[in-house]
């Protein structure tokens, strides 16, 4: 969402109000999927009026996401059991996704926002959703850097990391995601899973085999790994475990799967 003013960037509208430009793309995406669900339920209808039970859950779930579009609501807003989630996201409704506003804000703003982005996230926290403020034209600047000036360039700013680390941060806690890494002679690899995974299923990631024939995790904390300056230190430190089928993965944990061919 644009947050700043810049007499030399002109705005479509003619005046910059973020809330005004996030009421116009809720409005888009709730009409497209107002469009998209008006088409498909008709065929749906008549196969579950002829007793097709995949049909039936289908529409009964396009009704209720109609039901709030037709009132100018996301669809997102519709109550969902846990158990007809998988269903309700292949309807692939735009409004259903989660929402992350990034507010792009002048330099001066870049560390803690300004008049307009403050409506924003007032906005985000009635919606459930999440704001994070950025400088579209710091990120840019940095972006184009050497790894080793960018430090000195984000301390002349004001800023202690760039903020696009702030918008993966917020993307991965509005899905739900965590990071576990792997560590070896050649190579460290970061993987994603939803938080609450179990490490049969993290390894799974990796590759199916390891879920198929997991025994054990072998287990170190990122936390402990840093401070113990690797494997060996935090085993040395009784900081190393390990984990069987029933361990839930925490973000950062360095982890090492033993499994059976």
């Known amino acids: 969402m644009r947050c700043f003013v ?4 002109t705005h479509v509208d003619g005046e910059v109000d973020p809330i005004r430009d996030i009421d116009t793309i809720e409005t888009e995406l709730m009409l497209a999927d107002l469009d998209s669900l008006e088409k498909r339920i008709v ?11 995949e049909a039936k859950e289908i529409v009964d779930l396009m009704n209720r996401s109609l039901v709030l579009l037709r009132e100018g609501k996301p669809a997102r807003l519709a109550e969902i059991a846990s158990d007809e989630r998988k269903v309700f996201s292949q309807l692939g409704l735009l409004s259903s996704k989660p929402v992350l506003y990034v507010c792009n804000v002048e330099e001066a703003s870049a560390d803690k926002g300004n ?5 924003v996230k007032i906005r985000a926290a009635e919606e459930d959703a999440v704001a994070v403020v950025v400088s579209a034209q710091i ?12 430090k000195d360039y984000l301390d002349a700013v004001g800023l202690d990391e760039p903020g696009l680390n702030r ?16 560590v070896g002679p050649k190579e460290a690899r970061a993987w994603t899973i939803e938080k609450g995974t179990k490490a049969p299923a993290a390894a799974g990631v990796i590759h199916s085999d390891f879920e198929k024939g997991f025994i054990r995790s072998e287990t170190i904390a990122y936390d402990d790994y840093v401070a113990f300056n690797g494997e060996s230190g935090a085993r040395e430190a009784g900081k190393f475990r390990l984990e069987g089928k029933e361990y839930v993965v925490s973000d950062g944990d360095v982890l090492h799967f033993r499994f059976a061919n």
């Open 167 to 182: 918008v993966i941060r917020a993307g991965y806690g509005l899905l739900h995601l965590i990071t576990y890494f792997t």
């Open 115 to 119: 008049e307009f982005s403050e409506k």
């Open 43 to 53: 065929s749906l209808e008549k196969k579950a009026k002829g007793g097709d039970k």
């Open 139 to 150: 990120e840019s600047e940095i972006a184009v850097m050497p790894a080793g000036e960018q």
């Open 6 to 9: 810049d007499g030399d960037i």
